[in-house]
């Protein structure tokens, strides 16, 4: 029978080989989009499970970079039962690099405070220092441009230890090179935190986070609670994205068919009308949708918001801080008169403390919303690979009539042909996912040998063999009508319509 197959399909060559190939087209498809996802989940989970400790953050701050608090909060928050060690971060972003502009892969300038950075237990960067290629950073670099890189930077400016890279119109001298292996976190320049602050024009009384460390007799998440109740009544402006901001910005002047700031967060929150003005309207629908499949954590920009100070380099001065003396009651009062936030944080609470399976499950969101734009995306090429079996198989099928009626009239039974046609398909089928996922994990392959330092796919094995054993289940479907069909017919009826 198996014989019997192949020799049909090789007598068709160009019909099969048209088949073959839109299956294979399809699997390939599948194979390299679903990597996308698949990489994603492993970056995450890899980057993530090398970051023990939490990260106090600026309520509704997708990230670092665009959170600010006050400096001050570090000392009381290592005043936390179970809290051992508390580190200050600043992040900026790079927009120069030996006169280059730097916009994809993103390079940030890490500021780092030195002292508390040597003594945590888990230094990400710290224990990355690649063998002979200088030290991290040692409080004698305090006040200094001596600066730790990650290797891509390094190789992608051709700079090695001594040298000096210029960032940002600044000189800094390289004394260490660092590789974590991550596209997350090979993206930084790390200097001494002070050293950032004036290069940036950073508000000297605020920094982006506090990395902590717990002595691991409580789990994280009750450190979490515990900090976030510390600072319970405190006033700390949430983070507003310039999204927000934009179409905030198109109610200005007070028009009737405008959008003010008010009415923004009120449709945040799902409530308010539509304004009339077409582009507020559009800004301000495509806001409420990245809020609904972000979970309120849209990506942002650096524009100020209301009532914030702008530097000179057009950075922001930060959200407006009052002192931890102020009063409880007053700062609640002041909270509930002001504008709802566009977050679900508690308004409260002014400390969004996230550990690493939280910054895990934020992003496996995204990859979950990924993952259905790619079945879309599959599903289309999967329709029209089934189609293109049917069709060589009820052609072929057709062709066969008279081929059909004899083998029935010398006693092939209904079941033998349909598995003949079946079987037939089943090859096509085999063939086109073995293909298909042999090429897409080439292709997988020289995407992240050329571009290291910008994408991370992964074909896994797992993958591999779906897609073989999706692509047959495909063969098999698309050669059932066809056989079905032949199946039914007489075989002098078979004869007689040849």
């Given at each position: 029978?198996?014989?019997?197959?192949?020799?049909?399909?090789?007598?068709?060559?160009?019909?099969?080989?048209?088949?073959?190939?839109?299956?294979?087209?399809?699997?390939?498809?599948?194979?390299?989009?679903?990597?996308?996802?698949?990489?994603?989940?492993?970056?995450?989970?890899?980057?993530?499970?090398?970051?023990?400790?939490?990260?106090?953050?600026?309520?509704?701050?997708?990230?670092?970079?665009?959170?600010?608090?006050?400096?001050?909060?570090?000392?009381?928050?290592?005043?936390?039962?179970?809290?051992?060690?508390?580190?200050?971060?600043?992040?900026?972003?790079?927009?120069?690099?030996?006169?280059?502009?730097?916009?994809?892969?993103?390079?940030?300038?890490?500021?780092?405070?030195?002292?508390?950075?040597?003594?945590l237990d888990s230094g990400i960067?710290?224990?990355?220092?690649?063998?002979?290629?200088?030290?991290?950073?040692?409080?004698?670099?305090?006040?200094?441009?001596?600066?730790?890189?990650?290797?891509?930077?390094?190789?992608?400016?051709?700079?090695?230890?001594?040298?000096?890279?210029?960032?940002?119109?600044?000189?800094?001298t390289i004394v260490g090179i660092?590789?974590?292996?991550?596209?997350?976190?090979?993206?930084?320049?790390?200097?001494?935190?002070?050293?950032?602050?004036?290069?940036?024009?950073?508000?000297?009384?605020?920094?982006?986070?506090?990395?902590?460390?717990?002595?691991?007799?409580?789990?994280?998440?009750?450190?979490?609670?515990?900090?976030?109740?510390?600072?319970?009544?405190?006033?700390?402006?949430?983070?507003?994205?310039?999204?927000?901001?934009?179409?905030?910005?198109?109610?200005?002047?007070?028009?009737?068919?405008?959008?003010?700031?008010?009415?923004?967060?009120?449709?945040?929150?799902?409530?308010?009308?539509?304004?009339?003005?077409?582009?507020?309207?559009?800004?301000?629908?495509?806001?409420?949708?990245?809020?609904?499949?972000?979970?309120?954590?849209?990506?942002?920009?650096?524009?100020?918001?209301?009532?914030?100070?702008?530097?000179?380099?057009?950075?922001?001065?930060?959200?407006?801080?009052?002192?931890?003396?102020?009063?409880?009651?007053?700062?609640?009062?002041?909270?509930?008169?002001?504008?709802?936030?566009?977050?679900?944080?508690?308004?409260?609470?002014?400390?969004?403390?996230?550990?690493?399976?939280?910054?895990?499950?934020?992003?496996?969101?995204?990859?979950?919303?990924?993952?259905?734009?790619?079945?879309?995306?599959?599903?289309?090429?999967?329709?029209?690979?089934?189609?293109?079996?049917?069709?060589?198989?009820?052609?072929?099928?057709?062709?066969?009539?008279?081929?059909?009626?004899?083998?029935?009239?010398?006693?092939?039974?209904?079941?033998?042909?349909?598995?003949?046609?079946?079987?037939?398909?089943?090859?096509?089928?085999?063939?086109?996912?073995?293909?298909?996922?042999?090429?897409?994990?080439?292709?997988?392959?020289?995407?992240?040998?050329?571009?290291?330092?910008?994408?991370?796919?992964?074909?896994?094995?797992?993958?591999?063999?779906?897609?073989?054993?999706?692509?047959?289940?495909?063969?098999?479907?698309?050669?059932?009508?066809?056989?079905?069909?032949?199946?039914?017919?007489?075989?002098?009826?078979?004869?007689?319509?040849?």
């Amino acid at each position: 029978m198996l014989k019997f197959a192949l020799r049909n399909l090789l007598s068709r060559p160009t019909r099969t080989l048209l088949s073959l190939l839109g299956l294979t087209v399809a699997i390939l498809g599948m194979v390299g989009l679903f990597s996308v996802a698949v990489g994603l989940d492993q970056l995450i989970s890899s980057t993530f499970n090398r970051i023990p400790g939490l990260l106090a953050m600026q309520p509704g701050a997708p990230i670092p970079l665009f959170s600010r608090i006050p400096t001050a909060w570090g000392e009381e928050i290592a005043e936390v039962p179970g809290v051992t060690r508390v580190s200050p971060e600043i992040w900026q972003r790079v927009n120069v690099i030996d006169s280059k502009m730097t916009i994809s892969p993103p390079r940030f300038l890490f500021g780092a405070d030195i002292p508390s950075r040597l003594v945590l237990d888990s230094g990400i960067y710290r224990d990355e220092i690649l063998p002979g290629l200088g030290r991290f950073l040692e409080p004698s670099d305090a006040g200094t441009l001596n600066t730790v890189i990650s290797r891509q930077i390094a190789e992608e400016f051709n700079k090695t230890v001594g040298d000096t890279l210029q960032v940002n119109g600044y000189d800094l001298t390289i004394v260490g090179i660092y590789h974590c292996g991550s596209i997350l976190l090979d993206v930084a320049i790390i200097l001494d935190i002070d050293v950032v602050r004036q290069m940036t024009r950073f508000e000297e009384n605020s920094v982006c986070a506090f990395y902590i460390e717990s002595d691991g007799a409580v789990d994280d998440e009750e450190i979490a609670v515990r900090v976030r109740e510390k600072f319970r009544g405190r006033e700390l402006k949430p983070f507003r994205s310039s999204l927000a901001m934009m179409a905030a910005s198109q109610g200005a002047g007070g028009s009737a068919g405008g959008l003010n700031w008010e009415n923004m967060e009120a449709l945040a929150e799902g409530s308010g009308s539509l304004p009339e003005n077409p582009v507020a309207r559009f800004m301000t629908v495509l806001f409420r949708s990245l809020q609904l499949l972000a979970g309120d954590q849209a990506a942002g920009g650096e524009l100020p918001m209301p009532g914030e100070a702008v530097e000179e380099d057009g950075s922001t001065a930060g959200a407006a801080v009052t002192s931890p003396g102020k009063n409880e009651e007053s700062a609640v009062a002041r909270a509930a008169a002001a504008p709802a936030s566009i977050t679900d944080q508690d308004p409260e609470l002014p400390l969004e403390v996230r550990t690493a399976s939280e910054w895990a499950e934020r992003f496996d969101r995204l990859s979950d919303d990924l993952d259905i734009f790619l079945t879309i995306m599959t599903g289309i090429g999967v329709v029209i690979a089934v189609l293109s079996i049917i069709n060589t198989m009820l052609m072929s099928v057709t062709e066969r009539i008279i081929e059909f009626g004899i083998l029935k009239a010398n006693g092939w039974t209904r079941v033998d042909v349909l598995k003949l046609v079946t079987l037939e398909s089943a090859l096509i089928g085999f063939a086109g996912g073995l293909l298909g996922s042999s090429l897409g994990k080439v292709a997988t392959w020289i995407i992240n040998s050329n571009w290291p330092t910008r994408v991370s796919l992964y074909a896994s094995p797992g993958l591999l063999l779906f897609g073989v054993g999706f692509s047959l289940m495909l063969g098999v479907a698309g050669g059932l009508y066809p056989a079905m069909w032949a199946m039914r017919m007489m075989p002098m009826d078979a004869i007689r319509r040849g």
